[in-house]
């Protein structure tokens, strides 16, 4: 699952990592935990930063899991764009060829993105339930188009929704269930897969 939305996030500026939740993405994580306190969740791991943590608390409440904070789920790092909002920008920030000054390139990301995968694999193989991933979009990204596989008429989306849920089945290969689900947010907005 994506954390809930930050105000930095909504403006379309690259976030700091201490960028915290707003105030609808506390409502967002609230309704997000909700839908999950029956859940049969055993493990939580989450990246470290701070809009995760946060999101991650309300899930914790429900749960009385405590997660695993995992340093190679966070997002990629932007380097000197933290904090610039993208309509200040000249060029893509995302294309698949720019490396941001002192942050990371697409491939340096997606490798850092295939360790939290292994490291998901692992503890989902030996979990006595599901475990829930509490990240970022472009990690959320990476996994569903690197290490997942799409039934048909499935496409990853560009744009992840703020508390959106994606399933992935634990065994491999991997199909995907469900897809960037933010239903319990009282729109249907889902990819494609089941309600």
Request: aromatic share 8%; charged share 20%.
């Amino acid at each position: 699952m994506r954390h809930g939305e930050t105000v930095d996030n909504a403006s379309h500026t690259f976030q700091l990592p201490d960028s915290p939740l707003s105030e609808n993405g506390n409502e967002q994580a609230a309704r997000l935990a909700e839908r999950l306190a029956q859940a049969n969740i055993s493990d939580i791991v989450c990246s470290d930063y701070l809009r995760t943590k946060e999101t991650a608390s309300y899930i914790i409440g429900r749960t009385n899991i405590e997660p695993n904070y995992l340093k190679v789920l966070r997002e990629r790092n932007f380097g000197e764009l933290r904090g610039r909002p993208y309509a200040d920008l000249d060029f893509d920030p995302f294309a698949l060829d720019y490396k941001p000054a002192n942050g990371e390139s697409w491939p340096s990301f997606n490798a850092r993105v295939s360790l939290a995968w292994d490291h998901i694999d692992t503890l989902a193989a030996q979990a006595k339930g599901d475990v829930l991933v509490v990240t970022h979009g472009l990690v959320c990204h990476s996994i569903i188009t690197n290490h997942t596989r799409l039934i048909a008429g499935q496409e990853a989306p560009t744009r992840w929704g703020n508390t959106s849920l994606t399933e992935i089945d634990p065994a491999p290969p991997w199909p995907v269930i469900r897809l960037n689900c933010t239903a319990h947010l009282g729109h249907s907005a889902e990819s494609s897969g089941r309600a």
